[in-house]
């Protein structure tokens, strides 16, 4: 069966970066796009990137992030990575990444990725 | 501000037929597939609807449907387990971005 397995909770400092992976299983990575959304306590979801797997492995940032976060994945282990850098109190929240659905639409979903900023 | 409008809160009762709404413009709703996601008790979402499609393993109550810029997630016969928050989300072709909904919070009387 198709599952998305995401990295322990982080803990980090202001201005620190967090680096979250996402092991994709029971299906070809490639096959379909990887997102990230997140979610921060009280509030609603947030998509923040895409990753198309497949060739070069193309990427879209959300105009917010961008500048801070990098999106790579590596198909010989199925595992999607997403840094986010310059990490700010706000940034807390927590991160999933999702499989896509067609181009639009996300069908499965990770456990989630708590991140903590705090000094 | 949310680039899709939900409905803060419904509720309904056991048995009842109820319908969440998600309302955009024609770079968005009007245009794309939207997709609905359940999240319980502050865990992952779960997809409970993709376009028109219910994914494997969803009971055939929930049901999606769309009408010019709005589309609605109905639940036919609400369950004591449907409780929780869903979001809609799709495609924004102007803003070129996946955007969601503020969420509708489901409550089971």
């Known amino acids: 069966q198709v599952q998305l397995v995401q990295s322990g909770a982080e803990v980090e400092k202001p201005g620190a970066s967090v680096h979250i992976s996402c092991r994709a299983s029971g299906y070809t990575l490639t096959d379909h796009y990887l997102y990230w959304v997140r979610q921060v306590r009280g509030q609603g979801l947030e998509w923040m990137a895409m990753i198309n797997p497949a060739g070069g492995g193309d990427t879209k940032y959300a105009r917010k992030f961008r500048g801070r976060i990098t999106v790579t994945r590596d198909t010989s282990t199925s595992t999607v990575y997403m840094t986010l850098s310059s990490l700010r109190p706000d940034d807390t929240a927590v991160y999933y990444c999702a499989r896509g659905f067609g181009e639009i639409l996300f069908d499965y979903w990770g456990q989630g990725t708590l991140v903590a900023v705090s000094s | 501000q949310s680039a899709l409008t939900q409905e803060a809160s419904v509720s309904g009762t056991i048995g009842q037929k109820v319908t969440l709404s998600c309302t955009g413009n024609n770079y968005n709703v009007g245009s794309y597939a939207v997709g609905w996601y359940q999240q319980i008790s502050h865990g992952p979402p779960k997809t409970v609807m993709s376009?028109?499609s219910l994914p494997s393993g969803i009971p055939d109550r929930f049901s999606g449907s769309k009408s010019g810029t709005t589309a609605s997630l109905t639940i036919s016969g609400l369950q004591a387990e449907d409780e929780g928050d869903y979001y809609c989300?799709?495609?924004?072709?102007?803003?070129?971005?996946?955007?969601f909904g503020s969420g509708t919070k489901l409550t089971v009387l």
């Open positions: 989300s799709t495609w924004d072709y102007d803003s070129s971005a996946w955007v």
């Open positions: 376009g028109d």
